[in-house]
């Protein structure tokens, strides 16, 4: 991340990951979707992190894809223009195959992301807060899924998990149409947890990341946000199984003693992640 267009940092338990090219209201080119997902496998792995903050620089989350970029995935664009979409990563075969795409790998991620959306949220800048387990947003910030109005296909998976957010009527409307909505109306459709006001948007969104990171076992938090993603390809028995099979995981942690103890002693728990 030498290119610094990532930034991140750690406080608190909580990573926060930075889109930082504010000029180009975070629009995505190459370097940034490789070092965002960098910058995404360092929090996973840095025990110091519990929680992680997605959130852009300047006034703008994410406007989509660079210009350059799309110019690239074209072919007119100049030699040294990289597409994204020939962006490959390697692939686990102990993770789902469905979790390890070019730019909706999220879900892969064990810990809980949030996505602190700071404003303008368009095309691959609305997948990446799409795929985020937790959406805070300004209540002046605006989305659009406008790829039919740009003579694009519904890019990068977000005609499988807007359904999934907005349920198939609103998402529908809301991608065949490419209009943009305010954060009001993307709270009321589902895109979205929380429209708060601009300035009370990080007060909030790092006091219910606190709280996560303080009171949510670790262990348990990363087992859950797998239950939660592989539930889109279980049936209600498979589930049941996983549930199971977790169970029996977390029952063996110093944690889940500790969650107990904390509770009967009216305190706040000190878990260890093991």
Same mark, same amino acid.
């Not at 959130?55 to 660079?66: L, M, N, P, Y």
């Not at 303080?214 to 996983?242: D, Y």
């Given at each position: 991340?030498?290119?610094? =267009?990532?930034?991140?940092?750690?406080?608190?338990?909580?990573?926060?990951?930075?889109? $930082?090219? #504010?000029?180009?209201?975070?629009?995505?080119?190459?370097?940034?979707?490789?070092?965002?997902?960098?910058?995404?496998?360092?929090?996973?792995?840095?025990?110091?992190?519990?929680?992680?903050?997605?959130?852009?620089?300047?006034?703008? *989350? =994410?406007?989509? &894809?660079?210009?350059?970029?799309?110019?690239?995935?074209?072919?007119?664009?100049?030699?040294?223009?990289?597409?994204?979409?020939?962006?490959?990563? #390697?692939?686990?075969?102990?993770?789902?195959?469905?979790?390890?795409?070019?730019?909706?790998y999220f879900p892969?991620?064990?810990?809980?992301?949030?996505?602190?959306?700071?404003?303008?949220?368009?095309?691959?800048?609305?997948?990446?807060?799409?795929?985020?387990?937790?959406?805070?947003?300004?209540?002046?910030?605006?989305?659009?899924? &406008?790829?039919?109005?740009?003579?694009?296909?519904?890019?990068?998976?977000?005609?499988?998990?807007?359904?999934?957010?907005?349920?198939?009527?609103?998402?529908?409307?809301?991608?065949?149409?490419?209009?943009?909505?305010k954060a009001p109306?993307?709270?009321?459709?589902?895109?979205?947890?929380?429209s708060i006001p601009?300035?009370?948007?990080?007060?909030?969104?790092?006091?219910?990341?606190?709280?996560?990171?303080? $009171? =949510?076992?670790?262990?348990?938090?990363?087992?859950?946000?797998?239950?939660?993603?592989?539930?889109?390809?279980?049936?209600?028995?498979?589930? $049941?199984?996983? *549930?199971?099979?977790?169970?029996?995981?977390?029952?063996?942690?110093?944690?889940?003693?500790?969650?107990?103890?904390?509770?009967?002693?009216?305190?706040?728990? $000190? *878990?260890?992640?093991?």
């Amino acid at each position: 991340m030498t290119d610094r =267009c990532i930034l991140y940092d750690v406080a608190e338990r909580i990573g926060t990951i930075t889109l $930082n090219r #504010p000029e180009q209201h975070n629009a995505v080119n190459y370097e940034l979707a490789e070092s965002l997902r960098e910058a995404m496998l360092r929090a996973d792995a840095d025990e110091s992190v519990r929680v992680i903050v997605l959130t852009g620089a300047g006034k703008s *989350f =994410c406007v989509g &894809a660079d210009i350059s970029a799309i110019q690239a995935a074209a072919g007119a664009a100049p030699p040294q223009a990289r597409s994204l979409a020939s962006l490959k990563w #390697p692939l686990d075969s102990a993770i789902r195959h469905d979790f390890q795409g070019t730019h909706t790998y999220f879900p892969m991620i064990g810990k809980p992301i949030i996505c602190m959306i700071n404003g303008a949220t368009a095309g691959l800048g609305l997948v990446y807060a799409a795929f985020c387990d937790i959406r805070f947003s300004a209540d002046d910030s605006v989305f659009a899924a &406008a790829f039919v109005r740009r003579g694009l296909a519904a890019e990068w998976g977000s005609a499988w998990i807007l359904p999934k957010l907005m349920g198939h009527a609103h998402a529908t409307e809301f991608l065949l149409s490419g209009r943009k909505i305010k954060a009001p109306e993307a709270r009321e459709l589902g895109l979205i947890n929380r429209s708060i006001p601009r300035e009370d948007l990080r007060e909030a969104t790092y006091a219910y990341a606190r709280d996560i990171a303080t $009171n =949510c076992a670790p262990v348990a938090l990363r087992l859950q946000k797998r239950q939660i993603w592989e539930s889109h390809f279980q049936t209600l028995g498979e589930s $049941n199984m996983m *549930f199971k099979e977790f169970t029996q995981i977390v029952l063996a942690t110093e944690d889940v003693r500790e969650a107990t103890s904390s509770f009967i002693e009216k305190r706040t728990p $000190n *878990f260890k992640g093991r």
